[in-house]
């Protein structure tokens, strides 16, 4: 079992089901050519990467995508803050010593982020990449924090700011990573077009 391991968050590109802010502005059928987009730019950048590579879908495996060279394994639980604790403790369990976990949101996100990130864990328990919009676009750690994924405000402003309130009080180190923008409304990716 790899000793490094790289956990990619993903949903099945369903119109309807994936960018739904950005639907609101471009409609279904855009918003899931936009998240295919951002897919295939995740794909880019960590198919090269030296990690043991896992990708968590959010509905069901898909057998045959790009990311085939990937270890495939299917999100469990009933919110985010569920299915990433689970998927955190199935690649502890399974021997992991260093665990990163992204999504698929992040077009400023490049391979040094990464690096870094599993570089901070040599001195820290915890490493978080901040999101412009108050959330996390990476989170990494050397040990299961169930803490982390409970009783937090997903997708709200707030939830990087309680995070840390609640590692300082709990006496975890942590480090942060440059804050990078996740793309989630048709601006954010008008930025990048």
């Known amino acids: ?17 994936v960018k739904t802010r950005i ?12 998240y295919r987009h951002l897919l295939a730019y995740t794909q880019s ?8 590579r896992v990708v968590y879908y ?15 394994r299917l999100q469990q639980g009933t919110n985010l803050g569920e299915r ?24 400023d996100l490049r391979a040094e982020h ?3 990130a599993f570089r901070n864990l040599d001195s820290a328990e915890v490493v978080i990449g901040p999101a412009s919009d108050g959330g996390y676009y990476l989170l ?12 937090k405000p997903w997708s709200q402003p707030d ?16 480090a942060l990573l440059e804050e990078l923008t996740d793309i989630d409304e048709w601006a954010d990716y008008l930025r990048y077009r």
């Not at 471009?26 to 050519?33: I, P, S, T």
């Not at 045959?64 to 495939?72: F, T």
């Not at 050397?142 to 409970?150: A, G, I, N, T, V």
Request: aromatic letters at 10%; glycine letters at 6%.
């Open 114 to 116: 990464l690096k870094q």
């Open 23 to 34: 639907a609101r502005t471009v409609g279904n059928d855009k918003a899931a050519e936009v």
């Open 84 to 107: 990433m604790k689970n998927a955190f403790r199935e690649r502890f369990k399974a021997g992991a010593r260093r665990v990163v976990i992204i999504g698929s949101d992040c077009l």
């Open 159 to 174: 939830l990087l700011n309680l995070t840390l309130t609640e590692i300082q009080q709990k006496g975890v180190s942590y």
């Open 140 to 151: 990494g750690m050397k040990q299961l924090h169930p803490f982390l994924f409970e009783n």
């Open 58 to 72: 959010s509905d069901f495996i898909n057998p045959n995508d790009g990311w085939n060279s990937y270890e495939k």
């Open 45 to 52: 950048l960590t198919r090269t990467l030296p990690w043991h």
């Open 1 to 17: 079992m790899a000793v490094e391991e790289l956990i990619i968050f993903v949903k099945n590109p369903i119109p309807g089901t």
